[in-house]
Structures are given as structure tokens and as C-alpha cells.
């Protein structure tokens, strides 16, 4: 491809220079339009053609269903990696050293107590309160008891933070959903791995031993090592765009946060598991369903599919599904809804509508049945979904401070009124 894209605009033609990844993507670099044009801007509404910076984190290709996390595949380290592991890598750079891992491990582990007046904060919450809106008000309140803002040219103070949080998001996890069911707020074990100590801080009752399930355990770690990172989601740029403007890096993800709760984000998780349940109670008629999904004047779609990036299968769908079998198989849970899903998705990978607008199964699809299978509330889902992604918004977040990322402001086409006479309130 020439390394100069030409823009006529006005009968003047412009030259903008053009990016190449290492993948070979493509990108017009436009930076400068405004300027060379005098005041000629883009628009690219849900920013679906614009690439808002250079990343080294993620590479994402839909066409192909390709993903992987600093250029190893996302199959091979669900196969071959732990969380933690996946998470120094992504936030780091590097698959760790023994040493560097060990070490890791321990620091999160001395980090994972958080102040007491946490509990108080989780106390004014009414049981009603959704999981998210706690998981986010509490990540924010972090910032209350970690008053100093992190240096970030401080290699030390910056790895200090990462697992500070690390450590300490577990414990806001597992106690949003413990408040709500009215269970003690419990600390877990030190001695335990990252994810055996959420699962007992989870699911420990106060009067027996928790007793760990090796089939969930190794289950809930793939399920997060699959929703680590996923370059510039809604979540993502989010945590990106805060950040720039120097905010925090709890009060970035905290926005995160907010924006992963969405419906047609990390929130279709829940919304699959609703509908399926929603489909089971009225008689399990999946035909009825997809004529509605089709029917452009129902506003129903179909939970966990279609993908704005994925024009082909999610590669994390296929993954999931397999889990999800190996899951309920051993566990010897039979799920009707396993049934309506699979039902679902081998009608719409037939139909036209589905076929000619390249929907897929998502990530969210098959990721609600596991969690269901492990004991989980519907509403934590998408809690979980925010464990796993935290250290790509993390990543995203350094990356995006270490590179010097201006503040992010889009600009508009004004559509409104143009200038008038105000007018008193009587006279209206
Ligand atoms: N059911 C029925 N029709 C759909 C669906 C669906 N789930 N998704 C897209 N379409 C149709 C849509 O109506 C449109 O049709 P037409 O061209 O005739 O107007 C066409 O497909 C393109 O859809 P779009 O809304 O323009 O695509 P988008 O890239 O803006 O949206 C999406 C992507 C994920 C928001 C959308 O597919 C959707 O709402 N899916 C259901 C929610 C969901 O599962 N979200 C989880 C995404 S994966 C987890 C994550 O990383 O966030």
C-alpha cells in the first residue's frame, strides 16, 4: 500500500501519511486535518473507523477470529498459562521468569488487605444495589484510602500500584457479592492461590470448611485469562480516556467499570443468561426468538452475538464452549439452558440474517452457563468479567501514560440552533 492517502477536499488536495502495523493494518494518519484544512474534521459515529492510538498490547483480528495478547495466542495461553501469569504479561510486556512470577504472587498476596472502613462504605449499600455499581462506587472509594497519585516514571511506584490493585480487587469482588447474600465478609487464606482465594472468599460459609474444586478452579482461570484484554473496547477506551486527563488510575478504572455494566458490553453476560431463561420459561420456542432478533421493528436481539470487531467466530466463544461441556460434564450439572443455547446458535449460524451480517456467538454467549454451573449470581457476572479484564485496563492504562497520550477530546458537527434572541419567560 503507498505510505500517502490524498484528500480532496475544496478542490485542494491534501497528503496524510499512512501507518502500517505490524500485522500490516492500515491507518490514515489524520492528525493534522484540521489544521492543513482549516477546520475540516472526520466524523465516525461509535468511532467505528478510528483508531485512537499506536498499541502494543493486543492484536485483534475479526476477519480471521484472530486474538492474541502480546503476540501469543489466546488458545495457547488459555491452554498453557495462568491468570497471573497472563496478567504480568500483558502489563509488563513479558511472559515472567520463575522468579519474577513467585514474586508477583507475593507482592499481590501482602497487598490484598483492604481498609476497614471499606466495610462501612459496602454497608450503605441497600441489598437491591446492583453488583457493578458497588464494584465501581468501591473501586472509586479506593482512591479516598490511596490518596497519592501514582509516579508513573517510577518503575517502582508504578509496579507498587499494579499490585496494590491486583491484590485488593479480589477482596471487593468477593465481599460485593457476599454483602448481598448476607454472609460475613471474609479475607480468605494467604497461603491460597489468586483464584482458590477468591473462590473461598467467595463461597466460604461461616460454619464449614471450604473445600476447593480443582474443575472450577482451572474453569475460572481460563474464563478470566479470556476476558484479560481486547485492545480499544467501550471499557477500555474508557479507562484510556479518563486517564488522560490524569485522573487516577482507580478512578480510571472505576469508569471502566461503569462502562463495562452496558448491555452490549461485558453486561450481555447476565442479559444472555436472562434471555435464555426468559426463553425457557415460555415454552423453549427458539424459532419464535430468532424471528424476533430478525424482526427490525422488535427491539430484541440476541444476546451474546455479533461482535463489532468479529465478523467471524469470537475465538473466545470456542474456547468457552468447550469449558463450558468439560464444566457441567464434570460437575454432572444438566442445564436446560445449555440446551436453548445450543439450539440458538445452530439456527442463527444457518439463517441468512445471521449469515449475511456475519454474527457469531460472543465471548458472553457460553461464559454465563459455566459461572451458573459454579454457584454464581446471575447479577455477578459481569463482576467476573471485570476480574478478568482488570489487568487490560491496567495495561491500557500504563501504556497509555508511559506514551504521552494527550488528553482525549473529540470534537462535533454542531446540528442545533444557530444564534438567537433569548426571551424572557413571559413572553414565551
Ligand atoms: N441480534 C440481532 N441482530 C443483530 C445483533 C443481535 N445480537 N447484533 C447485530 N445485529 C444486526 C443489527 O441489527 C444490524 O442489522 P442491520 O444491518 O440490518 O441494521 C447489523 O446486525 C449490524 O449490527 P450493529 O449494531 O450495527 O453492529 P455493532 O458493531 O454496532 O454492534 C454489538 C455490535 C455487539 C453491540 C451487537 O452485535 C449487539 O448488540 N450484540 C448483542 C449484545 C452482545 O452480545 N454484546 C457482547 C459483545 S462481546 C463482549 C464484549 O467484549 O463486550
Excluded at 242 to 266: E, K, N, R
Amino acid at each position: 500500500m503507498s505510505e500517502i492517502a490524498k484528500l480532496e477536499v475544496g478542490g485542494k488536495v491534501y497528503e496524510f501519511p499512512i501507518y502500517t502495523g505490524t500485522e500490516d493494518e492500515s491507518a490514515i494518519d489524520i492528525s493534522k486535518l484540521r489544521g492543513v484544512t482549516e477546520g475540516v474534521i472526520t466524523i465516525d459515529r461509535g468511532y467505528k473507523n478510528t483508531g485512537s492510538c499506536l498499541s502494543e498490547i493486543t492484536f485483534l483480528e475479526g476477519e480471521k477470529g484472530i486474538l492474541r495478547y502480546r503476540g501469543y495466542s489466546i488458545e495457547e495461553l488459555a491452554e498453557k498459562a495462568d491468570f497471573l501469569e497472563v496478567a504480568f504479561l500483558l502489563i509488563f510486556g513479558e511472559l515472567p521468569t520463575q522468579e519474577q512470577l513467585d514474586k508477583f504472587n507475593s507482592d499481590i498476596k501482602k497487598n490484598s488487605v483492604v481498609d476497614d472502613d471499606i466495610k462501612k462504605i459496602i454497608d450503605a449499600f441497600p441489598k437491591s444495589a446492583h453488583p457493578m455499581g458497588v464494584l465501581s462506587s468501591l473501586t472509586s472509594a479506593l482512591t479516598a484510602f490511596n490518596p497519592g497519585a501514582v509516579d508513573i516514571d517510577s518503575e517502582e511506584d508504578m509496579y507498587n500500584s499494579v499490585v496494590g490493585i491486583l491484590g485488593k480487587f479480589p477482596v471487593l469482588v468477593a465481599w460485593t457479592m457476599r454483602k448481598k447474600q448476607g454472609l460475613p465478609l471474609d479475607y480468605g487464606k494467604k497461603s491460597l492461590g489468586y483464584i482458590e482465594n477468591l473462590l473461598k472468599m467467595m463461597f466460604k460459609q461461616p460454619n464449614e470448611k471450604y473445600i476447593q474444586n480443582p474443575i472450577i478452579v482451572n474453569a475460572l482461570d481460563k474464563l478470566l485469562i479470556l476476558h484479560a484484554d481486547h485492545e480499544q473496547n467501550c471499557s477500555t477506551s474508557t479507562v484510556r480516556i479518563v486517564g488522560s486527563s490524569h485522573a487516577g488510575l482507580f478512578a480510571s478504572l472505576s469508569a471502566g467499570i461503569s462502562a463495562l455494566w452496558g448491555p452490549l458490553h461485558g453486561g450481555a453476560n447476565q442479559a444472555v443468561l436472562e434471555m435464555l431463561e426468559g426463553i425457557k420459561k415460555d415454552g423453549g420456542d427458539t424459532n419464535k426468538y430468532m424471528a424476533k432478533a430478525k424482526d427490525k421493528n422488535d427491539p430484541f436481539r440476541l444476546m451474546g452475538f455479533g461482535h463489532r470487531v468479529y465478523k467471524n467466530f469470537d475465538p473466545r466463544a470456542k474456547i468457552i464452549k468447550k469449558a463450558a461441556d468439560e464444566v457441567l460434564g464434570n460437575l454432572g450439572v444438566k442445564d436446560p439452558v445449555l440446551d436453548i443455547a445450543e439450539g440458538l446458535e445452530s439456527q442463527a449460524l444457518a439463517d441468512d440474517y445471521f449469515v449475511a451480517r456475519k454474527l457469531y456467538p460472543n465471548v458472553d454467549f457460553y461464559s454465563g452457563i459455566i459461572y451458573r454451573a459454579m454457584g454464581i449470581p446471575t447479577d455477578m457476572f459481569t463482576v467476573m468479567f471485570a476480574l478478568g479484564r482488570l489487568p487490560g485496563w491496567i495495561a491500557q492504562w500504563k501504556e497509555m501514560r508511559l506514551n504521552n497520550e494527550p488528553i482525549g477530546r473529540p470534537r462535533q458537527i454542531y446540528t442545533g440552533e444557530s444564534l438567537r434572541e433569548f426571551v424572557p419567560v413571559e413572553k414565551r
